[in-house]
């Protein structure tokens, strides 16, 4: 049984959690660690940190401490690429073995938290994160909880399989189709090439060819077909992607995918984005808009294709809350 005593009848029995101090010289740490015994030189530390009373004992039957509540479910819950932390203070952390892009089952990680027992903070979903982020702190609330908590937790990983996981990004082929009769005949100067490549830079990206085609659909098309045949796994398309008859771009498009996913998305800037798919390589027109701003829809979901994860037109309607970037 567990009783609260004054920490001057505690000396000889062990503190049942890590005890955080936080003092005036900035430190905010674990001060004694779970299972310390307290020692008579320890008293004037307790009460420095506002401790006349502690609580000692044993569970109970059927109760778990916080440490093994919380070590007993994260290796259910973490697939790929995820390491856990040590448990300090009751609290353990996920943490990103890779350079790649952090997934959440959000159904899951809701059911994860709704009790109120266990609580499972995380970055977004779909974050970009090197080797060495924190992606999750992970916790109960009590200092102990009932075993009925801890399996109704595992139920859950058993129910959805790994809920947190890292996608490591992948090498891909690339191939980039610059539109327009005013660049392909240097009326103006290109503006797009400096900046895909740039975009590109963040990832083990091979680019295979840039090619500038005039307002021309053919063209455009038999480029998009040259870039296939190189296999690339994924074609990038600039120009003439508004909502004018002559830009030919999207058409172009829809003619070369046999799974048309999406033409216009509720994020501003992109609205125009246009994404299909052909087999396995991907077909994305990226609106003017990422020549001026520097965050676009188009920079939302290039890293998902460079993680290989398969996108769905929810995806891209699902975002228009928050979609003013």
Known sequence: MIKKVKIEDAIGKPILHDLTGIKSDGFKGVLFRRNHIIKEDDIEKLKDIGKDNIYVGDLEDGQVHEEDAISRVANELIGQNISLSEISEGKITFISDVYGMFTIK?????????????????????????????????????????????????????????????????????????????????????????????????????????????????????????????????????????????????RAIKNMCDNFIIQGVPIQPGNMLTVGKNKNTYLVGVPGASMHAKFTSFDIFLPRIFAGIELKKQDFTELGEGGLL
């Open 106 to 250: 959000r159904d899951a990680l809701l059911k994860l938290n709704k009790r109120g027992i266990y609580t499972f903070a995380t970055i977004k979903s779909y974050s970009t994160v090197k080797k060495g982020d924190k992606l999750v702190g992970a916790r109960i609330v009590p200092l102990y909880t009932e075993e009925k908590e801890v399996e109704n937790i595992l139920s859950i990983a058993e129910e959805y399989g790994p809920i947190f996981e890292v996608e490591k990004f992948k090498k891909l082929k690339v191939g980039v189709i610059i539109t327009g009769s005013e660049v392909y005949y240097g009326r103006i100067d290109d503006l797009f090439e400096p900046v895909i490549r740039e975009k590109l830079s963040k990832f083990e990206a091979e680019i295979v060819g840039i090619v500038k085609c005039p307002d021309d659909i053919n063209m455009i098309e038999e480029a998009a077909r040259n870039f296939l045949n190189l296999n690339c796994d994924l074609i990038v398309f600039s120009g003439g992607m508004s909502v004018d008859p002559d830009d030919l771009t999207p």
